[in-house]
């Protein structure tokens, strides 16, 4: 069963502004990742937040977690073309293996 | 350069043969992992190894085979059984048991059977 959730599921902004997508899951995890998927390639992973972690930072991405709403955010600064693609959220647990939603598509038009 | 190669990228497969899809790894990572993606959707859990000759079922197991009898490398079999085969099926690795580590993925195999 699909443990994250991703909202929106599309997402169409300008070059230059802020993408924000956010994810929900049901169960106490070890930790979030977010990851990067361009059209028929592999993911890409981005950030990982630990469960004792609230925020968390990586260039132009920012990441939030909190658990007591089961919820994650995701927000691109600045964003550029090449950062359209699929974003994923995955929730890992103690059986060692990650859960991941079906995605917010990006659409950054230059 | 390190990385997870998956081959061939595009496969094509009459229906009620097996097929199998090859996952190799330079990471020395100790987990490897199969998922499947259909469009527009995210990626399911096949099957799921941490260590060398020991596999785990993951959500949709059935109609999929696995092996591990070498720590780089983790191939999938996709049997007549499986019902609705077409899909890209991506593997992937993460070190350690893979708690708390990010996965490193191979850029996938598209299978079509007809």
């Known amino acids: 069963s699909q443990q994250g959730e991703e909202d929106p599921q599309a997402l169409s902004i300008q070059e230059g502004e802020n993408a924000t997508m956010n994810c929900s899951y049901k169960?106490?995890?070890?930790?979030l990742q977010w990851y990067r998927q361009n059209s028929g390639r592999g993911l890409v992973h981005l950030i990982l937040?630990?469960?004792?972690?609230r925020e968390k930072h990586s260039g132009r991405l920012r990441v939030t977690l909190d658990t007591s709403k089961k919820s994650s955010s995701l927000l691109i600064t600045a964003s550029r073309a090449a950062d359209t693609a699929s974003y994923f959220c995955a929730t890992g647990y103690n059986a060692g293996k990650s859960t991941f939603g079906d995605g917010t598509t990006l659409t950054v038009k230059p | 350069d390190g990385g997870i190669t998956q081959s061939p990228k595009y496969l094509f497969r009459k229906e009620g043969q097996n097929v199998t899809l090859s996952c190799e790894q330079n990471?020395?990572?100790?987990?490897m992992y199969w998922y499947r993606q259909d469009p527009g959707q995210g990626l399911r859990l096949i099957y799921y190894?941490?260590?060398?000759?020991?596999?785990q079922k993951g959500d949709i197991a059935e109609g999929y085979s696995v092996s591990r009898e070498k720590k780089e490398s983790f191939p999938l079999t996709v049997t007549s059984a499986q019902k609705n085969p077409t899909a890209f099926y991506l593997c992937?690795?993460?070190?350690?048991?893979?708690?708390?580590?990010?996965?490193?993925f191979g850029n996938g195999t598209r299978l079509t059977v007809t």
């Open positions: 169960t106490s995890i070890n930790n």
């Open positions: 992937a690795s993460s070190k350690g048991q893979g708690i708390n580590s990010p996965l490193h």
């Open positions: 990471l020395n990572h100790d987990a």
């Open positions: 190894s941490q260590i060398v000759n020991d596999f």
């Open positions: 937040i630990r469960s004792n972690e």
